[in-house]
Structure formats: C-alpha cells, structure tokens
C-alpha cells in the first residue's frame, strides 16, 4: 500500500447517519485535521437531522451519488448496519476513497478476504475502528502493565452484563439488523459487542494460541434469543490467560448515557492488580481505574471516563493519521482479521463442545 498522508485538511464523509453517527462525529468537531464535506443516508430525516451539524456539506442518499457528483472526497467514516459492510466498504474503497470502518468488519473470512483485496486493488486504506483501545482507563492500565507495576502478568478478567434498562434510544430499524445478524449466528454479546472485548485482549497481551468457550442463549422476547449465559477462556501465546464472562439482567436498571453495558476488566500480576470498574454504563461509581501493588489501592479519579470520548480520539488519530501519517494506524483490516479470527474460534470451541481451538486454524471450521 503506497500512502502519502495529505498536506491539506481531509476531506471527509459521512456513510450512515444512524445512533452511532452521535458518538464518531465528535472526531470532526473544531477539528483543522479535517473538513466534512458530504453526509450519505438513504434516510432523508437523517440527512436533514445531521445537516445541523454540518451545514456546508452536501447531502446525498447513497454514495453513488456523491461519487456521480463530481465531489472531491478523500475519506469516509463508514458507519453502515453491519450487514452492508462488505458490499459497501468494496464501494467506497472502489471510489478511491480512504475507508474507517466500524467494527464488526464482517461475519466470516471470505468477506474480510474480500475486503483486503478490495483495499489493496484500489490502493486506499481500509481502518476498522475500535474505539475501546481509545478508551482513557483502559490505555492507562495498559500503561500499568506495561510499567512493571504489577509484576508478571498471569491473567486476564473481563465481565460484561447486558442490562435491559436505560441508556439512550436505539432506533428500531437497528434491532432489524442485529436480529439478521442473530440469525446468521452472530449475536450481539459475543459478536458485536464481544468485537470489543476481544481486540482488548488481543491489545493487551498480543496472539492467541487456544480458545475454549460455551455460548449460551436466553429467549428475551418471543424468538428473540441474546447469546448469553456465555463463557470464553483463551490463552495467549506469551503465557496470559484470559476470562470473559457474559451474563444478562434483563431488568436491571444502568444508568448510562449510551448503552447499559455493565464492564469490567481485570488483570492480575504477581504482585498485585489493575482494575477498570465500567465503560459504557455508569455501573461501579468508583473511580474508573484502580491499581492495587505493594499493600497499597492507587485510584484514578481525574482520568477520561466518558465512553463517547473514546470515539472522539479513535476518530481523531485516524484523521490525523492521514494528515500526518503519524502511525501506528489502530487499527488497519489485518488487524480487525485477528479478532474475527479469535470471535470465530469461540464459535468453533462452543460448536464442538468447548474444546481448545486454535484461531490460526479456523480457516477450515467456519461455522455456517
Ligand atoms: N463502536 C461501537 O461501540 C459501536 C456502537 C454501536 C454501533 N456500532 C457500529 O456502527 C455501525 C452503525 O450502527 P448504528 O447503531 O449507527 O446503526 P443505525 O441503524 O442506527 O444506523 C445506520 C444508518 O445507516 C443508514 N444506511 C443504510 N443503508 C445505507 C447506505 N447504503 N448508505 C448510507 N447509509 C445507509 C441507515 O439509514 C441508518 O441511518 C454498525 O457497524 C455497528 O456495529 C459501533
């Protein structure tokens, strides 16, 4: 891939202008990395509702249009329904347009095979965002781990609660997708939301080597099924070992100010313990971070904890990215492959029972 970052602001579109619109256009705001200069949704109430925020860019309902229109453009934010990623991130790259994806990449390794090759064939960038690695609390115990702080690392502890209560509204039309993407075996914990928790790990401690995991189901509403009670340990090729634990509340109450996730992330090192206490919801009102060594409990009280900040510095560091081309990119689709990878061999451990399943060796074993 030949880059050649820009000696001019980017100019860049919006694709989609559904929920997550809110949270990735704070990247843009007073931003010199940048100019916005189209917005892209079939929905014509969204393109007026987003043209508030942008009144000097020009709307278009798809993005054959912007194309056709003779636009100069540089860059989109590819915030499309996950089911449209692959047809639509090999459109946009096909323009000759950067692309920042949001994750999932896609369900399966053909499709990111496609995507890859799309990328390459047009010679543009396709980035896959993941906004958690951008998330303050979790950057600054990744800083604890690698200080020493903590001694050698021996594990890895995540727990994640879907809670059915509170937070902001999601628009209908955006459950009509996630239920294709339940029905095409890729559920909204362990897939969606899982992306997440899984590039942390892959962040944290680098490869995998074996994947165990029991992937339950629980009916919420008549044929509805959430993928959870869900277990998965894995282990990195350094030695880590890594928990996730998935569990519902469907009647609890989170207060959030975007999705009532209750999260948490622990590791643990021989001499003592990095602790972030929530993410999303607003769930443990403790400081965001802890760090227990040496008999003592350090709290992190000042630290960005807004999980829509984390949008705002993922997007940003693309933007000045390709402004700058101060790497590392975080994260490219080579990347985003290897957390598909892992999310596929936690199908593949479950489907066979909780075995030990390589992600190097899912090639063969996609489940259908
Ligand atoms: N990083 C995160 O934590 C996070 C959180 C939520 C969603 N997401 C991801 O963001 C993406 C969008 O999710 P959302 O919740 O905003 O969905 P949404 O359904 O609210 O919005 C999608 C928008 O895309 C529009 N659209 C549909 N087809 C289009 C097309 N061909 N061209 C342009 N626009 C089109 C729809 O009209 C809609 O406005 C998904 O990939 C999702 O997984 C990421």
């Known amino acids: 891939m030949s880059f050649t970052p820009y000696d001019r602001p980017i100019r860049s579109a919006f694709v989609g202008l559904g929920r997550i619109y809110d949270l990735n256009m704070r990247a843009y705001l ?38 056709a229109s003779g636009l100069e453009v540089d860059a989109v934010e590819a915030l499309l329904p996950i089911p449209l990623h692959v047809e639509g991130v090999v459109e946009l790259l096909g323009y000759g ?8 990449m896609c369900n399966d ?14 010679d543009r960038i396709l980035r896959v965002m993941e906004n958690y690695i951008f998330y303050e609390p979790l950057r600054r115990l990744k800083e604890t781990v690698e200080s020493g702080d903590l001694g050698q690392v021996s ?7 879907g809670s059915g209560q509170g937070g902001w509204d999601v628009p209908q039309s955006s459950y009509r997708w996630q239920l294709q993407q339940m029905k095409n075996g890729r ?25 165990r995991a029991w992937v339950g189901s629980t009916e919420v509403f008549s044929t509805i099924f959430i993928d959870a009670p869900t ?23 989170l207060r959030s100010d975007y999705y009532t996730n209750d999260e948490r992330w622990e590791v643990t090192g021989h001499k003592g313990f990095g ?22 409990m350090r709290s992190y009280h000042a630290l960005d904890d807004d999980w829509g900040s984390s949008f705002r510095d993922s997007g940003r ?14 994260w490219g689709g080579d990347d985003a492959v290897d957390v598909l990878r892992f999310a596929l061999a936690v199908y593949a451990s479950s489907a066979a029972g909780g075995i030990g399943i390589d992600p190097a060796a899912v090639d063969a074993m996609e489940p259908a």
């Not at 347009?97 to 999932?104: F, I």
């Not at 560091?317 to 975080?330: A, F, N, Q, S, V």
């Open 231 to 253: 277990t998965i340990a894995w282990a990195h090729e350094n030695g880590v070992r890594g928990v996730w634990d998935i569990t519902l509340a469907p009647d609890m109450y």
């Open 30 to 67: 007073d931003n010199p990395d940048v100019e916005v200069v189209a917005l892209v949704d079939p929905d014509e109430a969204r393109r007026a509702q987003r043209q508030a925020d942008w009144p000097e860019a020009r709307t278009f309902a798809t993005a054959a249009e912007v194309a």
């Open 155 to 161: 594990g890895y502890t995540m727990k994640m609660v």
């Open 317 to 330: 560091h693309w933007l000045r990215w390709l402004h700058t081309g101060e790497g590392p990119l975080m």
């Open 275 to 296: 602790r972030v206490n929530r993410c999303t919801g607003r769930g443990i009102q403790q400081p965001s971070l802890e760090v227990y060594a040496d008999g003592e």
């Open 187 to 211: 559920g909204i914990l362990v897939f969606d939301d899982g992306w997440h928790k899984l590039a942390t790990a892959l962040w944290l401690f680098g490869p995998i080597k074996e994947v």
């Open 109 to 122: 390794l053909a499709s990111a095979q496609t995507m890859l090759d799309a990328a390459r064939e047009n």
């Open 97 to 104: 347009w950067h692309v920042n994806l949001q994750k999932p």
